[in-house]
C-alpha cells in the first residue's frame, strides 16, 4: 500500500524523528511511502524508509528530478510548485501529517475532501463540525500520539471512494 506523508521542509527536530521512525515502520511493513520529495520531514520519512529497505517516491514541485532528496527512489518532477500538493494528497491510501504549515495544511484539506483517512502527530487542530461539513462522508481526521500509532491508524484505513471534485 501507497501511505503519503506530508509535512515541513523546514522541520523541528521532534517532527524530523517522528518522520524518520515512521518511514522507517511503514518500510518494515511492506508500504511505498509518497512525499513531496524535499527536505525536513520528507528527507525524514524517506530516509527511514530507505534505511529499512523500502521504497520512496516523491512528487516534485519542480521540473527538475535532481532536486529530490538523496533518499527518493522514483522523483516525480511535476512543475506544478504547490498544486502538487493535490498528487501527494491523492496517491496515497491514507495520509500521514507530521506537524506542518499551510502547505500540509492544504495536502490535509485535499486528502479530507477526497473521502481519506488523515493521520497527525503535532499536526493542525480542525474545528470537527467543520470538517464534518466540508470533508467527504467517508472522511476521518485522526491524531496519534507517536510513530507506531500513526502508522497502525494509517495502515487501517479503507481506501477512499473518489466521488470527483467539488
Same mark, same amino acid.
Given at each position: ?16 524523528? /517522528?518522520?524518520?521512525?515512521? &518511514?522507517?515502520?511503514?518500510?518494515? +511493513? ?5 512525499? &513531496?520529495?524535499?527536505? &525536513? ?7 527511514? /524508509? ?9 512528487? *516534485? ?12 527512489? #522514483? ?26 504549515? #499551510?502547505?500540509?495544511? +492544504?495536502?490535509?484539506? *485535499? ?21 464534518? +461539513? ?18 497502525? *491508524? ?13
Amino acid at each position: 500500500m501507497m501511505i503519503s506523508i506530508c509535512g515541513p521542509n523546514d522541520a523541528s527536530a521532534t517532527e524530523y524523528q /517522528a518522520a524518520y521512525d515512521i &518511514g522507517r515502520l511503514l518500510a518494515e +511493513s511492506g508500504h511505498t511511502v509518497v512525499c &513531496g520529495g524535499r527536505g &525536513g520531514v520528507m528527507e525524514a520519512v524517506a530516509r527511514g /524508509a530507505k534505511e529499512a529497505g523500502g521504497t520512496t517516491i516523491g512528487i *516534485l514541485p519542480d521540473y527538475d528530478p535532481s532536486v529530490a532528496n538523496a533518499y527518493i527512489d #522514483f522523483p516525480i518532477p511535476t512543475g506544478l510548485g504547490h498544486a502538487r500538493n493535490a498528487i501527494v494528497a491523492s496517491t496515497g491510501a491514507a495520509v500521514i501529517a507530521v506537524g506542518g504549515g #499551510f502547505g500540509t495544511l +492544504s495536502e490535509v484539506g *485535499l486528502a479530507l475532501k477526497m473521502g481519506k483517512r488523515v493521520v497527525h502527530v503535532g499536526g493542525w487542530e480542525l474545528d470537527e463540525s467543520r470538517t464534518a +461539513s466540508y470533508a467527504d462522508s467517508s472522511a476521518e481526521y485522526l491524531e496519534a500520539t507517536s510513530a507506531e500509532d500513526a502508522v497502525a *491508524l494509517a495502515t487501517a484505513a479503507k481506501p477512499a471512494s473518489p466521488t470527483g471534485h467539488g
